[in-house]
Nanobody
Framework: QVQLVESGGGLVQAGGSVRLSCAAS????????MAWYRQIQGNRRQMVAG???????NYADSVKGRFTVSRDNAKNMIYLQMNSLKPDDTGVYYC?????????WGQGTQVTVSS
């Protein structure tokens, strides 16, 4: 079982930027999709951004043009660069990895955007 550990969350003013990191305890080279999810006030987690092993990325409409997801398979790291943050971006951000027969989740990191 690979563990995912997120870091980089915190309090930021609207319009600011935050970079989240996710460190995997094992190799992600064969993990088809690594993604970031957001959970707001106990609601269902929703995918914010995902990136395939080939480098193809996709984003929720609400973050397109502001967030960038990336992965470094050699370092077993996934990143989420968040720019032009809005109060609506506030939530707990979770790192996720899934493939055939498995799915991993991190413990989450809180991002709070003040207006």
């Amino acid at each position: 079982q690979v563990q995912l550990v997120e870091s980089g969350g915190g309090l930021v003013q609207a319009g600011g930027s935050v970079r989240l990191s996710c460190a995997a305890s094992g190799s992600i080279a064969n993990v088809n999709v690594m993604a970031w999810y957001r959970q707001i006030q106990g609601n269902r987690r929703q995918m914010v951004a995902g990136i395939s092993n080939s480098g193809t990325s996709n984003y929720a409409d609400s973050v397109k043009g502001r967030f960038t997801v990336s992965r470094d398979n050699a370092k077993n790291m996934i990143y989420l660069q968040m720019n032009s943050l809005k109060p609506d971006d506030t939530g707990v951000y979770y790192c996720n990895g899934r493939g055939l027969g498995f799915e991993w989740w991190g413990q989450g990191t809180q991002v709070t955007v003040s207006s």
